[in-house]
């Protein structure tokens, strides 16, 4: 499965930004999906994740209310709405697919898009 992040950008404190991530795999909709990001210095963390079985999504604490994950199958992409967003929100966000059931752990993803930069402007 190759993955294509896209979407990042440079936003100020408050604004909002969506983040989209293509899949090139039939088999898409079997997967789980999680959205996790890296900021510099620091470690590689989750942010949010939607199941293949049913659709049933899962958020950070840090971003609950503010991130929405959704996906469509039809289009094999999944979709990250970050609202609200805040200077801590900055990141490298990557794109994930894989069938493991902690899906918010990194090791339960297989596939890993190339990441795509999201800048929040205080």
């Known amino acids: 499965v190759q993955l294509q992040a896209s979407g990042g950008g440079l936003v100020q404190a408050g604004g909002s930004l969506r983040l989209s991530c293509a899949a090139s795999?039939?088999?898409?909709?079997?997967?789980?999906m999680g959205w996790f990001r890296q900021a510099p210095g620091k470690e590689r963390e989750f942010v949010a994740a939607?199941?293949?079985?049913?659709?049933?999504?899962f958020d950070a604490t840090s971003v609950k209310g503010r991130f929405t994950m959704s996906r469509d199958n039809a289009e094999n992409t999944v979709y990250l709405q970050m609202n609200s967003l805040k200077p801590e929100d900055t990141a490298v966000y990557y794109c994930?697919?894989?069938?493991?059931?902690?899906?918010?752990?990194?090791?339960?993803?297989?596939?890993w898009g190339q990441g795509t930069q999201v800048t929040v402007s205080s």
């Open positions: 939607i199941r293949g079985s049913d659709g049933s999504t």
């Open positions: 795999e039939r088999t898409f909709s079997s997967y789980n």
């Open positions: 994930a697919a894989g069938r493991g059931p902690f899906i918010w752990l990194i090791r339960d993803y297989i596939y």
